[in-house]
């Protein structure tokens, strides 16, 4: 059901919430122009502090009804509990999505799984509001075992605290790694939430796509700046048709001999620089371990702050020169520098000096 069609990605579009059947008709009949695959709206709202508008519950479920019977548009909606996904089902929603902070829950997944047992329903599983991959995984595990045979994984970023351009850190790292352990489950991005904002939506949806993400899920609403939730997100169908069509749609791959042949070139001198750095680290640790010795010898620390604070210095100047950014150069000697102590502190040999 996820799969993107002649390379366009599967578009799910609609507001965070339903407030009125008015603006979610509205909202779903200008959406029909975009073209979008599934109409998505939020019913019950876990919202972080109390008080605020969290959502018009079942009330909301025959305008959904309303929407796929008028547009023709499928609907999905969040559900965090038994109850909701029963009553998602009785009201024919089409498919499901666990939400960050249910994800984040194995209990609230099992007790969606449980409810799910022998209805096969789509379902949608939002990353965890922490950057935690195994959860996510737990999460899409716990539905397949129930039995739920078409299940996505939606990218919506990760908590993270203090300043940052992005409401949610997106950790692109993160998913990717999930696609290596979950080549089959197709991955969909959350724009709306890891920005939080509208200026920065086409970007993190690009770059999704450069990643060859499946999909986009996007909250729309016909009157975004009135929105109960997430008005600063939101955008109106004929912005999101906008968006849409400036995204560049990327092939996963070509048959092109031409290409192909270019790639191969140039993809073999990669693996040789590659081979060439692991040859290097691989001498650059054993040094580790010979100055491991001595250290050990010595009764000197491991750690030495003044060198390693010269080491990332230095490696920072030197890195500019060379095109490298300062953040890649600090992970990634961060990592060496990790490395290089662990294999210091498990040295032996230490007494034949
Ligand atoms: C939502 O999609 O409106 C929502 C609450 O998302 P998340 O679970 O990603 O916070
Ligand atoms: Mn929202």
């Given at each position: 059901?996820?799969?993107?069609?002649h390379?366009?990605?599967?578009?799910?579009?609609?507001?965070?919430?339903?407030?009125?059947?008015?603006?979610?008709?509205?909202?779903a009949?200008?959406?029909?122009?975009?073209?979008i695959?599934l109409?998505?709206?939020g019913?019950?709202?876990?919202r972080?502090?109390?008080?605020v508008?969290?959502?018009?519950?079942?009330?909301?479920l025959?305008?959904?009804?309303?929407v796929?019977e008028?547009?023709?548009?499928?609907t999905?909606?969040?559900?965090?509990n038994a109850?909701?996904?029963?009553?998602?089902?009785?009201?024919?929603?089409?498919v499901?999505?666990?939400?960050a902070r249910?994800?984040?829950n194995?209990f609230?997944?099992?007790?969606i799984a449980?409810?799910?047992?022998?209805?096969?329903?789509?379902?949608m599983?939002?990353?965890?509001?922490?950057?935690?991959?195994?959860?996510?995984?737990?999460?899409?595990?716990?539905?397949q075992?129930?039995?739920v045979?078409?299940?996505?994984a939606?990218?919506?970023?990760?908590?993270?605290?203090?300043?940052?351009?992005y409401r949610?850190?997106?950790?692109w790292?993160i998913p990717?790694?999930?696609?290596?352990?979950?080549p089959?489950?197709?991955?969909?991005?959350?724009?709306s939430?890891?920005?939080?904002?509208?200026?920065e939506l086409l970007?993190?949806?690009?770059?999704?796509?450069d990643?060859n993400?499946?999909?986009?899920m996007?909250?729309?609403?016909?009157?975004p700046?009135h929105?109960?939730?997430?008005?600063?997100?939101?955008i109106?169908?004929?912005?999101y048709k906008?968006?849409?069509d400036?995204?560049d749609?990327?092939?996963?791959?070509?048959?092109?001999?031409?290409?192909?042949?270019y790639?191969?070139?140039?993809?073999?001198?990669?693996?040789?620089?590659?081979?060439?750095?692991?040859?290097?680290?691989?001498?650059?640790m054993?040094?580790?371990?010979?100055i491991?010795?001595h250290?050990?010898?010595n009764?000197?620390?491991?750690l030495?702050v003044?060198?390693?604070?010269?080491?990332?210095e230095?490696?920072?100047?030197?890195?500019?020169?060379r095109?490298?950014?300062e953040g890649?150069?600090?992970?990634y000697?961060s990592?060496?520098h990790?490395?290089?102590?662990?294999?210091?502190?498990?040295?032996?040999?230490?007494?034949e000096?």
């Amino acid at each position: 059901m996820f799969q993107k069609k002649h390379n366009r990605p599967f578009l799910i579009a609609g507001p965070c919430s339903a407030e009125t059947e008015e603006q979610v008709m509205t909202t779903a009949r200008e959406l029909v122009a975009a073209n979008i695959d599934l109409f998505r709206s939020g019913i019950w709202k876990p919202r972080t502090r109390p008080g605020v508008f969290e959502g018009k519950g079942s009330i909301a479920l025959p305008w959904l009804k309303r929407v796929k019977e008028e547009t023709g548009l499928k609907t999905t909606i969040e559900v965090a509990n038994a109850k909701q996904v029963e009553k998602a089902l009785a009201f024919g929603i089409d498919v499901l999505w666990i939400g960050a902070r249910s994800t984040a829950n194995p209990f609230s997944v099992q007790e969606i799984a449980d409810a799910l047992q022998g209805v096969d329903i789509p379902v949608m599983v939002k990353n965890p509001t922490n950057p935690d991959l195994e959860l996510w995984i737990g999460a899409i595990e716990r539905v397949q075992k129930a039995g739920v045979t078409t299940i996505a994984a939606i990218h919506r970023g990760f908590s993270s605290y203090g300043k940052s351009m992005y409401r949610n850190e997106p950790y692109w790292e993160i998913p990717i790694e999930l696609r290596r352990r979950m080549p089959g489950i197709p991955l969909l991005c959350d724009n709306s939430h890891i920005c939080g904002n509208r200026t920065e939506l086409l970007n993190v949806a690009q770059y999704a796509l450069d990643l060859n993400y499946d999909g986009l899920m996007t909250e729309t609403h016909c009157d975004p700046d009135h929105a109960l939730s997430d008005a600063a997100q939101q955008i109106t169908p004929a912005t999101y048709k906008l968006l849409i069509d400036k995204l560049d749609f990327k092939r996963e791959m070509t048959d092109d001999s031409d290409f192909l042949e270019y790639m191969d070139f140039v993809r073999k001198q990669i693996d040789e620089i590659d081979l060439e750095v692991l040859n290097l680290l691989g001498k650059r640790m054993k040094l580790s371990e010979e100055i491991g010795k001595h250290k050990k010898h010595n009764r000197i620390s491991i750690l030495q702050v003044k060198r390693w604070n010269e080491i990332l210095e230095k490696a920072k100047d030197m890195g500019r020169e060379r095109g490298l950014s300062e953040g890649f150069i600090s992970h990634y000697l961060s990592a060496v520098h990790q490395e290089s102590i662990k294999r210091q502190v498990g040295v032996k040999g230490a007494d034949e000096i």
